[in-house]
């Protein structure tokens, strides 16, 4: 997949946990350890929008592109 998620390195400068960021941003501890190890394909604003509120941070900083060769 080009898209490659960054969520474990925002969370380790943050400091943050993966239970504390489900808990704060309201998602069960399964979805979001999907997300952390890259194992969905979709991902809601919603969603993204409440974990770039609790990193203090942008989508930008968690999702990368990479051109596929």
């Given at each position: 997949?080009?898209?490659?998620?960054?969520?474990?390195?925002?969370?380790?400068?943050?400091?943050?946990?993966?239970?504390?960021?489900?808990?704060?941003?309201?998602?069960?501890?399964?979805?979001?350890?999907?997300?952390?190890?890259?194992?969905?394909?979709?991902i809601r604003f919603s969603t993204l929008d409440a974990i770039c509120n609790v990193l203090d941070?942008?989508?930008?900083?968690?999702?990368?592109?990479?051109?596929?060769?």
């Open positions: 997949m080009a898209i490659i998620l960054r969520l474990d390195r925002m969370m380790a400068d943050r400091k943050m946990s993966l239970n504390e960021l489900s808990q704060r941003v309201g998602i069960s501890n399964v979805n979001l350890s999907n997300l952390k190890t890259g194992k969905v394909k979709a941070c942008q989508p930008g900083d968690i999702l990368e592109y990479k051109k596929e060769e």
